[in-house]
C-alpha cells in the first residue's frame, strides 16, 4: 500500500490550496483517513479526520478554515485549506487507518511521505 500526496506549495496568507492523498496498491477498503502536519521544531499534530461514514473532526486551529473530504471509490482524500495563515505553514502528511486488503486482511495504518506548505508574503 501507497499513499501519494499532491498539491503542496507556497501560498500568501488569506490564499488556498488543495492537498490530494491518494492509496494504492491491493485495497479493499479504507476505514478512515486524516491530515496532520508537522512544523519545524514542533511535534506532529492531527489537522483533519474523516471516517467511513463520513464524520469529520477538526483541529480547533483550522476550524472553519480547513475542510476534509474523501472519494472512498477511487481511496483519496483531500484537505482544502482556506484563508492560510503563516502558522499553517508545515509538512502535511496524510494517513490511511484500517487498511483491508483485497484478501481481507488487516494491514494497518499508512502513512504518506509528506507535501511542503508554506503561507508566507
Known amino acids: 500500500v501507497q499513499l501519494v500526496e499532491s498539491g503542496g506549495g507556497s501560498v500568501q496568507p488569506g490564499g488556498s490550496l488543495r492537498l490530494s492523498c491518494a492509496a494504492s496498491g491491493s485495497i479493499f477498503s479504507i476505514n478512515a483517513m486524516g491530515w496532520y502536519r508537522q512544523a519545524p521544531g514542533k511535534q506532529r499534530e492531527r489537522v483533519a479526520h474523516?471516517?467511513?461514514?463520513?464524520?469529520?473532526d477538526y483541529a480547533d486551529s483550522v476550524k472553519g478554515r480547513f475542510t476534509i473530504s474523501r472519494d472512498k471509490a477511487k481511496n483519496t482524500a483531500y484537505l482544502q485549506m482556506n484563508s492560510l495563515k503563516p502558522e499553517d505553514t508545515a509538512v502535511y502528511y496524510c494517513k490511511a487507518e484500517g487498511v483491508e486488503s483485497r484478501l481481507r486482511f488487516a494491514l494497518g495504518d499508512y502513512w504518506g511521505q509528506g507535501t511542503q506548505v508554506t503561507v508566507s508574503s
Open positions: 474523516i471516517t467511513s461514514g463520513g464524520s469529520t
